[in-house]
């Protein structure tokens, strides 16, 4: 079979079979293709009348019917993107979201990634918030942290696939491992879905670890333990930067209002959704 003719069947099983839209059906097979040729887009393009020879072939529709089975690419390839890098994942870890993007782009755009940042990256995952920044902050020291072992093994792979030697991870329930400095950043994407949360039925979110996702308190028990205990690690002119549910602000912003915080900004995602909360510790 050609790269034409294989593309279109697989834009049509997944369209079929997952509800995708042909648009994404056709994003996806196009990535099915790219990961098992290892190619990139423009070659798929070019050579379209390309025969496929069987052994791949064979290999591209098992991933397909991976995919059918509602089965998230990320936990498919083992591996995915994130601000333009490669992250081992598997279903240890949440799949990074191009939402948490945000966070990083306050970042970069508040600190000035020559100078020297501590930074806390917790509720690691993968590690991918807490990796990026350490490339681009090579002069700075950031602490990856997660409650889940298996979790700092994903990361700690992450760290050397990068060969990140100003990235360091340890396993932590929240601050209770961190040692006792101050950081001049804290961010953190923790879990935030209230478990009664209809979303949680989404059968791509069915294969990602509860514990990655859900929170006690309808949602913000994980927010609250990490906005009452920040002020203690950061130091006096430090920012905590915190990602949180489309329709959570309010509450989030209350929080560091009640726990000392000052200069809190709120910050919008693409869409104009309030995703990030930030703020400094009075002083
Ligand atoms: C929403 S995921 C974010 C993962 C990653 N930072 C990302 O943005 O893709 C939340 C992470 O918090 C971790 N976590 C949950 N409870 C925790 C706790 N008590 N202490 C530390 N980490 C925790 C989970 O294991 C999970 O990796």
Same mark, same amino acid.
């Given at each position: 079979m050609i790269i034409q003719d294989l593309t279109l069947k697989i834009r049509k099983l997944l369209? =079929?079979?997952?509800?995708?839209t042909l648009r994404e059906a056709n994003i996806e097979s196009i990535f099915i293709l790219r990961h098992v040729l290892r190619v990139d887009h423009e070659y798929l393009i070019k050579n379209f009348d390309?025969?496929? /020879?069987? /052994?791949k072939l064979d290999k591209i529709m098992r991933l397909v019917l991976e995919r059918i089975s509602h089965k998230p690419l990320a936990y498919i390839f083992k591996e995915w993107k994130f601000y333009d890098m490669e992250f081992y994942i598997n279903s240890n870890v949440l799949i990074p979201r191009q939402d948490?993007?945000?966070?990083?782009?306050?970042?970069?755009? =508040?600190?000035?990634? $020559? *100078?020297?940042?501590?930074?806390?990256?917790l509720g690691t995952?993968?590690?991918?918030?807490?990796i990026v920044l350490g490339n681009k902050f090579k002069n700075s020291t950031i602490l990856l942290s997660d409650i889940s072992?298996?979790?700092?093994?994903?990361? /700690?792979?992450?760290?050397?696939?990068?060969?990140?030697?100003?990235?360091?991870?340890? $396993?932590?329930?929240?601050f209770s491992k961190i040692p006792k400095k101050k950081f001049d950043v804290i961010v953190s994407n923790p879990p935030y879905i209230n478990k009664s949360d209809p979303h949680l039925k989404d059968k791509?979110?069915?294969?990602?670890?509860?514990?990655a996702l859900i929170s006690e308190q309808e949602g913000y028990a994980d927010i609250i333990e990490i906005i009452k205990i920040s002020p203690k690690f950061l130091t006096p002119s430090g920012t905590l930067y915190i990602e949180h549910g489309y329709n959570?602000? *309010? =509450?989030?912003?209350?929080l560091?209002?009640?726990?000392?915080?000052? /200069?809190?900004?709120h910050n919008e995602d693409l869409n104009g959704i309030i995703r990030v909360t930030s703020g400094k510790i009075k002083i």
């Open positions: 369209s =079929e079979n997952l509800g995708l390309k025969l496929i /020879k069987t /052994k948490t993007e945000l966070l990083i782009d306050l970042i970069i755009r =508040e600190y000035n990634s $020559q *100078k020297k940042t501590d930074i806390l990256d995952g993968s590690g991918v918030i807490g072992l298996n979790a700092t093994y994903i990361a /700690k792979k992450n760290i050397l696939r990068h060969n990140l030697k100003n990235v360091s991870v340890i $396993q932590s329930n929240w791509g979110l069915f294969y990602e670890p509860r514990e959570q602000h *309010k =509450e989030v912003h209350q560091f209002v009640d726990n000392n915080f000052t /200069k809190i900004k």
